[in-house]
T-cell receptor
Framework: DAKTTQPPSMDCAEGRAANLPCNHS???????VYWYRQIHSQGPQYIIH???NNETNEMASLIITEDRKSSTLILPHATLRDTAVYYCIVRGFADKLIFGTGTRLQVFP | DTAVSQTPKYLVTQMGNDKSIKCEQN?????MYWYKQDSKKFLKIMFS???????INETVPNRFSPKSPDKAHLNLHINSLELGDSAVYFCASSPSRGNSPLHFGNGTRLTVT
């Protein structure tokens, strides 16, 4: 059911930027790209979402390609507490939030 | 302070029992959800309520029955528990059915023995 493809795992050194890619080649015009993360044993945490423009908030930046077929979540200065599974989700207006398998990001000292 | 709270955090019970998980949100949201995360960590939506009305009902055994006494609460009742019901159940809420992020609780880990 998930409409996105993400690498199963990534590593990142503490203090460096973590760039998490996501492919969503079948995205339609009214569908948003959402990012959530799940830190071990906790509930999923909303990070950011966007339609076609790049977005930034206090947690991360979201870069969406012009054709909208892929996006990248950027954590500018990763910390050990950013170790989590990151989910990229394509969601239409009022649609269900459907989780895929995500990317397991390991931040190391 | 907790925005979406679930009780209990852990629930251990025997097969055949009936149990309930409670969820409350203090965010003033209109829509609430139940998700199930199995042992393989797949998160799947089960139900969604908007203003106490059921709007999403995935392919879930009818032993599972959500109940929404008011829009701040969505409880999950499970009858005749089976081993395969063991999972972590997450409650979530959002401001409306539209394009709004969901806020999740920290889950209830159900173990059926």
């Amino acid at each position: 059911d998930a409409k996105t493809t993400q690498p199963p795992s990534m590593d990142c050194a503490e203090g460096r930027a973590a760039n998490l890619p996501c492919n969503h080649s079948t995205i339609s015009g009214n569908e948003y790209v959402y990012w959530y993360r799940q830190i071990h044993s906790q509930g999923p945490q909303y990070i950011i979402h966007g339609l076609k423009n790049n977005e930034t908030n206090e947690m991360a930046s979201l870069i969406i390609t012009e054709d909208r077929k892929s996006s990248t979540l950027i954590l500018p200065h990763a910390t050990l507490r950013d170790t989590a599974v990151y989910y990229c989700i394509v969601r239409g207006f009022a649609d269900k939030l459907i989780f895929g398998t995500g990317t397991r990001l390991q931040v190391f000292p | 302070d907790t925005a979406v709270s679930q009780t209990p955090k852990y629930l251990v019970t025997q097969m055949g029992n009936d149990k309930s998980i409670k969820c409350e949100q203090n965010l003033g949201h209109d829509t609430m959800y139940w998700y199930k995360q199995d042992s393989k960590k797949f998160l799947k939506i089960m139900f969604s309520y908007n203003n106490k009305e059921l709007i999403i009902n995935e392919t879930v055994p009818n032993r599972f029955s959500p109940k929404s006494p008011d829009k701040a609460h969505l409880n999950l009742h499970i009858n005749s528990l089976e081993l395969g019901d063991s999972a972590v159940y997450f409650c979530a809420s959002s401001p409306s059915r539209g394009n709004s992020p969901l806020h999740f609780g920290n889950g209830t880990r159900l173990t059926v023995t």
